[in-house]
């Protein structure tokens, strides 16, 4: 099955302690969740999505103003709500989204680069090599400020953006390697990266013997 995207990005954004973003239709049994959420006055460390799994954190301008990918295989009846919870009240950037096509255990790579100083473009990180040929590449950037006239490096489109300032980007491969997207703008500001790679369902390639009876 090839890996394809069955709800485009739904996104919140809210200040409070528990922050919801709700699927348009129930998830699929079996098809992959993610969830890219922003805290501006909290370290994601102390996020969480019950259920969820964290795949990977970055810092996007101190240690308490960071971003995080999540992930999840829906289950039966999967409910189309999703909740970011933080130990206390901040502003929150959520998005989510569902796949198709990918392994039941999806995750493969991640990498981030934290805030550095002022930039005008940002790389999510370099991934290990990948497992399998056919995988799905998420990437996330978050900004300090304001920015205009987005690109986006290696054949990564985008997939939602908030105020020019919170970014979820993908790309689809076909061929094992390392993969990395770079986010470039106009003007000088503190940004952080990151991105996570996951596993396509393998095809059988398996051909059963036929035995001429005569």
């Known amino acids: 099955m090839a890996i394809s995207k069955v709800q485009n990005a739904v996104f919140i954004y809210e200040t409070d302690a528990s922050v919801t973003a709700s699927f348009v239709s129930t998830p ?8 890219l959420g922003r805290g501006s006055t909290d370290g994601s460390t102390r996020a969480s999505i019950s259920g969820w799994t964290n795949a990977v954190y970055t810092m996007t301008i101190s240690t308490a103003n960071t971003m995080g990918i999540w992930y999840k295989v829906a ?45 005008t473009s940002k790389s999510s990180g370099t991934t290990d090599t990948t497992t399998v040929a056919d995988e799905l590449c998420l990437a996330g950037f978050g900004l300090g400020t304001i920015v205009s006239e987005e690109t986006w490096s290696n054949s990564f489109t985008l997939e939602c953006v908030y105020n020019h300032k919170f970014f979820l980007g993908s790309r689809i491969v076909s061929s094992t390697g390392t993969y990395e997207t770079t986010l470039s703008w106009t003007t000088s500001v503190l940004a952080g990266g990151l991105i996570a790679t996951f596993k396509g369902a393998t095809v059988s390639t398996w051909v059963p013997k036929v035995i001429m009876v005569m």
């Open 75 to 119: 289950g039966a009846s999967e409910p189309k709500d999703v909740t970011l919870d933080w130990t206390s009240s901040t502003t929150t950037y959520l998005a989510i989204e569902e796949w198709t096509g990918l392994m039941a255990t999806p995750l493969d790579k991640v990498a981030n680069v934290d805030n550095t100083g002022l930039v």
């Open 28 to 35: 699929t049994e079996g098809n992959l969740m993610i969830a």
